[in-house]
């Protein structure tokens, strides 16, 4: 079929919302359950059809296991053609034939709510097209949202954690390289951080020409010289420790070059 608009479909004498509707089934659930593909699409088209909607598509995953979304082509496609708005209702039968992950069923539903995307679990009885429906959409996103915040709060502690525990947490300076995720010297690059920090403080070079002599802008080359992981340090959201990776500056000149920097600056 093709894409319509999911507001006002052509050639249609009763302008109709679209809906789409989702069914998976696994070769386990139609051992042991007998459910089907076929008896949830006929449930869904008559449901989907008696609440007014026109069918836009059923997208079907067959065989397919619940834990994982990115496995499903068309639990896929049909996120994709959701966010491009090419219907305006999603139907399932049940919520476990959309996922049996409770954060993935969450932030799928809130993504689906960002899009004004309405969304009926039949056997659920969960839906978004009546108060009561929108009132449980907003209890998911609320949901949704702390899922997000957990995961922010457990990424910056296990961030702040590697950095006490001397890890690198951001991207390898100029002169080191990641491997095996720890910073190592990069034998080509590392030399010329030698002589850059050298050339600004024993050379009648201008931040300007160093710039140009090692071919940075003066931001970067300001950023090179202030930067303590030469030192041997790491340093995240304000605090300092020793790291796990070989210095590249004894502490004697990075120290000298903090203090020109900052006469130059004053």
Not at 158 to 185: I, Q, S
Not at 238 to 246: L, M, P, S, T
């Amino acid at each position: 079929m093709s894409t319509q608009s999911a507001q006002n479909p052509p050639n249609s004498a009763v302008s109709k919302p679209l809906a789409a509707i989702y069914i998976r089934v696994s070769t386990e659930d139609q051992a042991q359950h007998g459910f089907s593909l076929k008896g949830q699409e006929e449930t869904l088209k008559n449901y989907s059809s008696a609440m007014g909607y026109e069918l836009f598509r059923v997208y079907r995953d067959e065989g397919k296991s619940a834990k994982d979304i990115t496995r499903r082509p068309a639990m896929l496609e049909l996120l994709s053609d959701a966010e491009k708005k090419c219907f305006s209702a999603i139907f399932i039968y049940k919520l476990d034939r959309f996922s049996r992950s409770l954060k993935d069923l969450i932030l799928t539903i809130d993504k689906l709510k960002s899009w004004n995307i309405d969304f009926v679990s039949l056997q659920d009885r969960i839906e978004t097209t009546s108060a009561s429906g929108k009132l449980m959409f907003h209890i998911i996103s609320a949901f949704a949202e702390f899922e997000r915040n957990i995961i922010g709060e457990r990424t910056s502690f296990g961030m702040e954690r590697k950095n006490k525990e001397g890890g690198a947490v951001n991207r390898p300076p100029f002169g080191y390289k990641m491997v095996d995720k720890v910073l190592v010297k990069d034998k080509e690059k590392a030399p010329l951080v030698v002589l850059m920090f050298n050339d600004f403080l024993h050379e009648a070079l201008s931040l300007n020409k160093l710039a140009k002599k090692y071919g940075f802008s003066v931001n970067g080359v300001k950023k090179i010289l202030a930067n303590r992981t030469y030192l041997g340090e790491v340093k995240f959201a304000g605090a300092i420790n020793d790291g796990v990776h070989e210095a590249i500056i004894n502490k004697n000149m990075f120290d000298q070059v903090q203090e020109k920097l900052q006469n130059k600056q004053s």
